[in-house]
């Protein structure tokens, strides 16, 4: 099963990716701070065993076990004040 990560996970465009990839039979794993997204947005993919969530800054080192086949970046402030 391919592996994928997206970051910005629970924002309105990385939600959407984990909906669709999940749909297509992914292992999604979706991370985000939270500054700018909401659980909401993918609280109805945790009881999936194909999505895992961290909680998790990207600025910041972290380490995700085992190989991905792809990784999708939308971690972005989506109206930084600046």
């Not at 985000?32 to 947005?41: C, E, F, R």
Request: glycine share 8%; proline share 5%; hydrophobic share 40%.
């Amino acid at each position: 099963m391919k592996r994928v990560l997206i970051t910005g996970a629970a924002g309105f465009i990385g939600s959407h990716l984990c909906d669709r990839f999940i749909s297509e039979g992914y292992h999604v794993i979706g991370m985000d701070n939270l500054l700018t997204g909401s659980l909401s947005n993918i609280e109805h993919l945790f009881p999936y065993d194909r999505f895992e969530y961290y909680h998790h800054d990207v600025t910041k080192f972290v380490h995700v076990p085992g190989d991905l086949d792809f990784i999708l970046h939308f971690a972005s402030p989506a109206s930084p004040i600046d």
